[in-house]
């Protein structure tokens, strides 16, 4: 009933030239594939997307960008506009993973306030949380994610939350290897939803798609998707790789 979604973050690797031939066989891939189960979303450095663009032709494969500014124009030396990301002809924009956090101490006020600039502007938003390492070894990560989802994601109206895509995250698991285990992956999941219910309604939890991300690889990709709240995968890594990404989605 609800998408099905693997999408891949490439963070800040490939230059132009690389990113257009990686797009180019990933496209090419999934038009002889037009059965692929889930959709797929790749999600490119800013100055790739306008190149990348026009390159995704194959069906349900779609382009999104990793963050966008909080204000719609202006003096804001460096920063992209979600108009101008759309203008690219991207569909999705990533907010609030762990590394824009951290690094660059986006809060989840700045990231409310990102999001609906971004929905405003006709973007569908990946909206990423998850806790750190001793948030978990705490007991506190279900805490962490419902103040991040709460602060950050639930002002939206319910016809405004169709347009986001939940990402779980634990921060200890990206980049590392170290997996989540398909059930703290699910228990999690299965929070995030409940949590959804109770604050919107039982019809758009259920339609609310939920990936997970962090070290998944096409040996575990299946066993995780396998869950039943897992509604995808957020792929770092292993999105950089043609074959590593292609065969995540088939894990489908
Ligand atoms: P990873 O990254 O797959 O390399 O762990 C996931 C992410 O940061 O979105």
Not at 93 to 111: C, F, K, M, P, Q
Not at 224 to 251: Q, R
């Amino acid at each position: 009933m609800r998408k099905q979604i693997v999408a891949g973050n490439w963070k800040m690797n490939k230059n132009l030239q690389e990113g257009i031939e990686l797009a180019k066989s990933i496209n090419d891939y999934f038009m002889e594939k037009p059965a692929a189960k889930a959709e797929v979303i790749l999600c490119t450095p800013f100055i790739h997307l306008a190149g990348v663009a026009p390159i995704l032709k194959a069906n349900k494969l779609f382009l999104g960008a990793q963050n966008c500014a909080s204000e719609p124009s202006g003096a804001y030396t460096g920063e992209i506009s979600p108009d101008m990301i759309k203008s690219t002809g991207a569909q999705y924009v990533i907010l609030g993973h762990s590394e824009r956090r951290t690094y660059y101490l986006e809060d989840n006020a700045i990231l409310n306030k990102k999001t609906v600039l971004a929905l405003n502007s006709g973007l569908n938003v990946i909206f990423c949380c998850g806790e750190v390492k001793e948030e978990r070894e705490a007991g506190k990560h279900f805490d962490v994610v419902k103040t991040q989802l709460k602060e950050g994601l639930f002002t939206l109206k319910a016809e405004e939350l169709k347009k986001v895509v939940i990402a779980y995250e634990p921060v200890w698991a990206i980049g590392t290897g170290l997996t989540a285990s398909p059930e703290q992956a699910q228990e999690m999941h299965k929070y995030i939803r409940d949590l959804v219910k109770t604050q919107y309604c039982e019809t758009v939890a259920n339609g609310i798609t939920i990936l997970y991300g962090g070290s998944c690889k096409p040996s575990n990709a299946r066993e995780i998707f396998s869950k039943p709240d897992v509604d995808g995968g957020l792929i770092g890594g292993a999105a950089l790789k043609k074959e590593d990404f292609v065969a995540i989605v088939e894990a489908f």
